[in-house]
């Protein structure tokens, strides 16, 4: 069974720094594809970053240049570096993970609903 945990999530002010870990068991290999999603209260959930076994990287428009995926090279652990943090970051921010497929790579960024595995998430919270 995939299990997902996340955690490094906190309070920080506008233009610092946080690295979210997203520790992953189960099926996960290098066939994978992972991602980090975020939702704010009264928002839906939405696509940050994904990540698949060879190499592919999506990031949404709203964090390119500030924001950075990784994963080990076990696959057991997923990362979100997240730099110059602005306010509307603010968020719960979760782990996913599904089974690669490279026509469905870029589509899942923005189709949440579609991930079969998540984690519980970790809350980040920016102040002006």
């Known amino acids: 069974q995939v299990q997902l945990v996340e955690s490094g999530g906190g309070s920080v002010q506008g233009g610092g720094s946080l690295r979210l870990s997203c520790a992953a068991s189960?099926?996960?290999?290098?066939?994978?594809?992972m991602g980090w999603f975020r939702q704010a209260p009264g928002k839906e959930r939405e696509g940050v970053a994904t990540?698949?076994?060879?190499?592919?990287?999506a990031y949404a428009d709203s964090v390119k240049g500030r924001f950075t995926i990784s994963q080990d090279h076990a696959w057991t652990i997923l990362y979100l570096q997240m730099n110059s943090l602005k306010p509307e970051d603010t968020a719960m921010y979760h782990c996913?993970?599904?089974?690669?497929?490279?026509?469905?790579?870029?589509?899942?960024?923005?189709?949440?609903?579609?991930?079969?595995?998540w984690g519980q998430g970790t809350q980040v919270t920016v102040s002006a």
């Open positions: 990540i698949s076994g060879d190499g592919r990287i």
């Open positions: 189960g099926y996960t290999s290098a066939t994978s594809t």
């Open positions: 996913a993970a599904d089974r690669y497929t490279p026509t469905r790579f870029e589509w899942l960024l923005l189709h949440p609903a579609a991930w079969p595995y």
